[in-house]
């Protein structure tokens, strides 16, 4: 009996040590505000990324990964908890309503700032799992993300970013001390990740790295600037700075790689890229695709999304299935061998077997916006829905081919058809009123069983006639010219646009 009980265990303990030889540390490099097409292998014409390129074509490439929000604190509420705005209330940056009062018709639903400690993150169960665990960059969650089941913070704060920009002194930043003068963070951000690698080498590590670029200030790494001057703009990018932006994250993920590749680890690591929101409106373009960051038009929510997992994901591979923030937490969860919190609210699936290029089941996916955010200034408005806000109150759900957005303030709708109309171009809602019931149906039954607040209040600083003002006025600068403009603002303000806003604001106050 004895002989077999010790057989026994050593057979367990064989099964176990086997699983855990597989299971792979992961690199997840996470940007913020990094647009749809601003690297080379998804069609940028001016940066260069030829190692996220490199890295991209040994995995599989997601050509419809979605944020769940389009801008940056909901963004990684949704990312961190796997649930939809929803559940954690984080709604927008900050709790304040957003552009001017005059402007909105409705009060807007505040939601929180910080995503409530009692949410079990997904680096919680991978720190249980017994991974060591690190975020470096942009936290933007809490004052201090070690809580949320980090065991190292480099540069994680509340704020969005470092207090001076991409150049020390990094003020309180934890872990940002003591950079030479010159070394912009992204490097130094790059140089810790590898540091990070190297002491763990020896365990299974996951790294958070969330990197504070590209977001504003829209800052060059000054000794990448004379070579972006020198070269010919493309037709969709032309930002110098941005460019020298992009090239030191490219950089650091090649400093990162190699020394992977030093330490005999590259086998052993899953790399995992994907971005918060879509690119800054006045800084890049994701053209084809309408709007940018804070719109929920494409341009606002789908981001590069690639996963190379050597041995399990076949390289040069390409998904088109669509896939959102709320996954990633399945997804970590299944890749290291954590267990999930049963009790906790989970809206996404794990990726894993789409990785090995199996179906996922059949599903709709979902956006929920209560609030304001204003216009940039210096983007195409037409991008927008209007001059005046980049989203107005919307919900969204995206299934199969189809998108419906719903604009709380009017009762509006929008249907488009990605397959043949990626660009959103052509408004289907009164055509095709049994897909649009259909889709909305679908949103509506999600809102409840996610409780989603819908905002009804009438906002009683909204004046009509302010709105329209400042409509007409925005629209007449637009058609003066005056800054440089976009290649999708070169084709000019479609009629389209001008008569669909006209109808809209004839409606003005009405509700
Ligand atoms: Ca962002």
Redesign the pocket.
């Known amino acids: 009996m004895r002989t077999f009980l010790t057989i026994t265990l050593l057979f367990l303990t064989c099964m176990l040590n086997a699983q855990t030889a597989e299971r792979p540390n992961v690199l997840f490099i996470f940007l ?2 990094f647009g749809w097409k601003d690297t080379s292998y998804m069609g940028s014409d001016f940066y260069e990324t030829p190692n996220l390129d490199k890295l991209a074509s040994e995995g599989m490439i997601f050509t419809d990964a979605y944020s769940a929000s389009a ?2 604190a909901p ?1 990684r509420a949704s990312l961190l908890s796997g649930q939809y705005t929803p559940r954690h209330e984080v709604y927008n940056v900050g709790t304040g309503p957003r552009g001017k009062a005059a402007h909105r018709r409705l009060n807007h639903i505040p939601g929180t700032d910080t995503l409530r400690p009692d949410i079990q993150t997904w680096a919680h169960r991978i720190q249980k799992a017994g991974y060591k665990t690190a975020t470096m960059g942009k936290w933007h969650l809490s004052d201090d993300p070690k809580p949320y089941g980090f065991d190292v913070n480099v540069g994680g704060t509340h704020s ?1 970013g470092p207090p001076n920009g991409y150049y020390p002194p990094h003020g309180k930043a934890p872990n940002l001390q003591d950079v030479p003068k010159d070394e912009f963070v992204t490097t130094t951000l790059s140089k810790r990740a590898a540091s990070f690698i190297t002491e763990n080498k020896e365990n299974p590590w996951f790294l958070y790295l969330t990197m504070f670029a590209v ?1 504003t200030p829209i800052q060059a790494k000054k000794d990448l600037v004379a070579k972006y001057e020198a070269k010919t703009p493309g037709e969709l990018h032309d930002n110098v700075k941005m460019a020298t932006m992009i090239q030191a994250v490219d950089d650091g993920v090649g400093l990162i790689v190699a020394k992977l590749d030093e330490l005999g680890l590259t086998k052993k690591t899953a790399i995992v890229f994907f ?3 879509g690119g800054y409106g006045p800084g890049t373009d994701m053209d084809p695709l309408k709007g940018y ?1 804070g719109t929920y038009y494409e341009g606002g929510i789908r981001e590069p999304f690639f996963v190379k997992w050597p041995g399990k994901v076949e390289a040069g591979t390409k998904n088109e299935t669509p896939i959102i923030g709320v996954d990633l937490y399945p997804t970590f969860l299944e890749m290291t061998g954590a267990t999930a919190d049963e009790n906790q609210p989970q809206d996404g699936v794990s990726l894993v077997s789409s990785f090995k290029g199996d179906a996922l089941p059949e599903r709709s996916i979902f956006w929920h916006f209560p609030a304001y955010l204003q216009s940039y200034g210096g983007a195409g408005p037409f991008e927008q829905r209007d001059p005046l806000f980049r989203s107005r109150p919307v919900g969204a759900v995206r299934n199969g081919d189809w998108k419906l957005l719903e604009f709380f303030e009017s009762g509006d709708l929008e249907l488009y058809n990605l397959k043949v109309d990626i660009g959103e171009a052509n408004n289907l809602a009164a055509e095709n009123p049994e897909k649009t019931k259909e889709l909305l149906d679908i949103m509506k039954s999600w809102r409840e069983s996610t409780n989603a607040p819908v905002p009804s209040e009438k906002n009683p600083q909204f004046e009509a006639d302010a709105e329209k003002k400042a409509i007409e006025a925005a629209i007449g600068k637009t058609k003066g010219g005056g800054k440089k403009k976009k290649k999708s603002q070169k084709k000019g303000v479609p009629l389209s646009w001008l008569i669909n806003l006209s109808i809209r604001l004839s409606t003005n106050g009405r509700q």
């Open positions: 913020d505000d801008n940056c963004a969005g977001h971005s918060d929101n960051k």
